[in-house]
């Protein structure tokens, strides 16, 4: 992989999290500059700068992580430089590969999806190109391999599903071990202890079912037996559909709204 610098613009919470994982990673020594006017600090290994520096050459790769909102402000600092990005790397949601081309003229363009859990390697990533060659698309890849699942997509509109999916998922999972440790309080439980109970179920199950060769559905009719508490409660769960109806329109709902900013991109 080529050693030229990285321009990280933006480290929020997603873009912290995969700076985290990149310098993490055993053998990373790719220079970094992490473009950030709130950001506090940075761990050790990455050059912080509070504007994007004026009169520079382009960087070797550009990571575009800072709101979708903030594409029009981030395309005009870049208006008057020469060149281009041979890489560009954007996690910006909703934002098109055709607009992404026109603001920045990179080399080569990449979609990013990652996910929070790239702050623990134990993220996913969607990536997606419709220019890249195989050696480009092995760098990319090895790009946010540190931070967990890579999973290349076939096509670019399929990334409004990919984000409701994957890159909102940890924030709908995380509501549903609230509602587990809520509804373990009420049954008498203290509150701490079944917060703990909820995190420390979802979490060993999540491993079971990643590590089992068998589907979710047959994982879960595995823990009930007939008649029994399981049961008991999946039959509330599955009752006329209620849950996959409920995750359809949970999924729907971001899966437009991904749609909406993508319209606003192409407008702006």
């Known amino acids: 992989?080529?050693?030229?610098?990285?321009?990280?613009?933006?480290?929020?919470?997603?873009?912290?999290?995969?700076?985290?994982?990149?310098l993490a990673s055993p053998g990373w020594n790719r220079p970094i500059i992490v473009i950030d006017p709130f950001v506090a600090d940075l761990p050790a290994g990455a050059t912080l700068l509070r504007e994007i520096p004026k009169g520079a050459d382009q960087p070797d790769i550009l990571v575009l992580a800072v709101k979708p909102q903030q594409l029009g402000d981030v395309r005009s600092a870049f208006a008057d430089k020469s060149g281009s990005p041979r890489l560009l790397l954007s996690i910006l949601a909703g934002v098109e590969i055709a607009t992404l081309l026109d603001a920045f003229g990179a080399d080569v363009t990449v979609r990013a999806m990652p996910n929070l859990p790239v702050s623990i390697g134990e993220g996913v990533t969607a990536l997606f190109s419709n220019d890249a060659d195989d050696m480009v698309r092995d760098e990319a890849a090895q790009l946010v391999a540190p931070l967990g699942l890579v999973e290349w997509i076939g096509e670019e509109k399929l990334f409004d599903a990919v984000t409701a999916l994957s890159g909102c998922g940890p924030g709908f999972l995380f509501r549903f071990v609230e509602a587990m440790a809520d509804a373990g309080t009420a049954l008498g439980l203290p509150a701490d202890q079944a917060l703990r109970l909820a995190i420390a179920t979802v979490k060993g199950s999540g491993l079971l079912a990643a590590q089992s060769p068998e589907s979710?559905?047959?994982?879960?009719?595995?823990?009930?037996?007939?008649?029994?508490?399981?049961?008991?409660?999946?039959?509330?769960?599955d009752a006329d559909g209620r849950l996959k109806a409920l995750m359809r329109e949970t999924l729907a709902a971001a899966a437009r709204r991904n749609a909406e900013l993508a319209a606003a991109a192409r407008a702006g």
């Open 1 to 22: 992989m080529s050693q030229g610098a990285l321009w990280l613009l933006g480290a929020g919470n997603m873009g912290g999290a995969m700076l985290r994982g990149w």
């Open 216 to 237: 979710p559905a047959i994982l879960a009719d595995r823990v009930a037996s007939p008649g029994g508490s399981t049961r008991e409660g999946l039959n509330v769960l």
